[in-house]
Structure formats: structure tokens, C-alpha cells
């Protein structure tokens, strides 16, 4: 989103496709780890169930406190860069998000049917997660300044935050009580 309110739209791309790629790597790398310790390990499949939703109920406290601040959309602009430049940055911060390494380990695990083809499971979860962030990227592209003109008031960002973190807490009591 910043990219796009320093860049423009179509400039903001080439961060999108940088932060796809570590996307799409993290999730099959993951994956191809994962099928095997389904199949051989129940008890840690529990585990990472566990685990994941200890992260979620933690972003989502971690949303409901996070602080507000009344700044302006071009707050955090970046300097001009090459399309190269930014597809880099963007695989980079992807590739360095420990978040995302641990969602794909304690989260997708969760809609793997263990007696089924876990490869073919995995394939078809890891192109639906990337086309639903792709279309989330181009909303955020899209969408940058209109949001970040509507967030620029203190009380609209503390209820955009009291409602993610409430999101991602009821997801991770439900994650915590429903059976594998």
C-alpha cells in the first residue's frame, strides 16, 4: 500500500510480484516438508494446530493494542526506484517475515486431509492462498490512498484494529477448539 501511495498504482506492481514470489516459495517450501510430518506424526500435526493459534489469538491482541497515529497517506514514502529494485524489496521483506513462515507451517496443515494426496492438497491451497493475495495486493495497490486518507483519523484506525484483532482471535480460539 505505501508503495502505491509513493509510486502510483502500476509502479507498485513490481513490489506486489517480489512479495508473491516469497509468498509462493515460503508456502511450498513449507509444504514440502509437511506432507510427511502429517502422515508420520498426529501429535505434531496437534502441535502446530496449537501453535497456530497461539499466533493468531497473538496478532490478535497484538491488533486490538496497537497504537494509533494521526499521520498523513505520503508518511513513509520511499525514495524512487527501479521496477527491479522494488520487486527486490518486496521478495526480500516477503523471504525475511518469520509471520509467514509460521503460518504456512501451523495454518495450511489444517486443511490437508492426511488420508488423500498431500502434493496435489498442497498445490491447489498454495495457488488459491496466491490468487486471494493477489487480489488483496491489488486491492491495497488500488485502494492505498483512498484507505490511508480514511486511517489518517485516530478513531477510525483504533476501530480498524479493535476489528482485525478480534478477526484473528475468534479464528484462533476456533482453531484451538475444533478437532483435527
Known amino acids: 500500500m505505501t508503495r502505491s501511495i509513493a509510486f502510483g498504482v502500476w509502479r507498485s ?21 509437511m506432507g510427511a510430518v502429517l502422515v508420520a506424526s498426529p ?6 494446530r496449537y501453535l497456530g493459534a497461539t499466533y493468531l489469538l497473538y496478532l490478535g491482541v497484538k491488533a486490538w493494542r496497537a497504537p494509533v497515529e494521526g ?10 526506484g527501479s521496477a527491479l529494485r522494488l520487486y527486490r524489496n518486496g ?8 509471520k ?9 496443515p489444517q486443511f490437508v ?12 491451497l498454495i495457488a488459491t492462498f496466491a490468487v486471494i493475495e493477489t487480489s488483496w495486493m ?12 480514511f486511517l489518517t483519523k485516530p478513531a477510525r484506525q483504533r ?13 484462533g480460539v476456533v482453531l484451538a477448539f475444533t478437532k483435527a
Open 159 to 171: 476501530f480498524f484494529n479493535r476489528v482485525t484483532g478480534s478477526m484473528f482471535t475468534g479464528f
Open 71 to 80: 499521520k498523513g497517506p505520503d508518511h513513509g514514502a520511499v525514495a524512487f
Open 100 to 108: 509467514l513462515l509460521l503460518f504456512a507451517a501451523a495454518f495450511l
Open 138 to 149: 491489488t486491492c491495497y495497490s488500488f485502494g492505498g490512498r483512498s484507505i490511508a486518507l
Open 13 to 33: 506492481i513490481a513490489t506486489m510480484a517480489g512479495c508473491l514470489t516469497a509468498l509462493v516459495l515460503v508456502l511450498s517450501a513449507s509444504a514440502a516438508g
Open 43 to 48: 501429535e505434531l500435526f496437534a502441535i502446530l
Open 113 to 124: 486431509d492426511q488420508r488423500g494426496d498431500a502434493a496435489s492438497q498442497f498445490t491447489i
Open 91 to 98: 521478495l526480500v521483506v516477503g523471504l525475511s517475515n518469520p
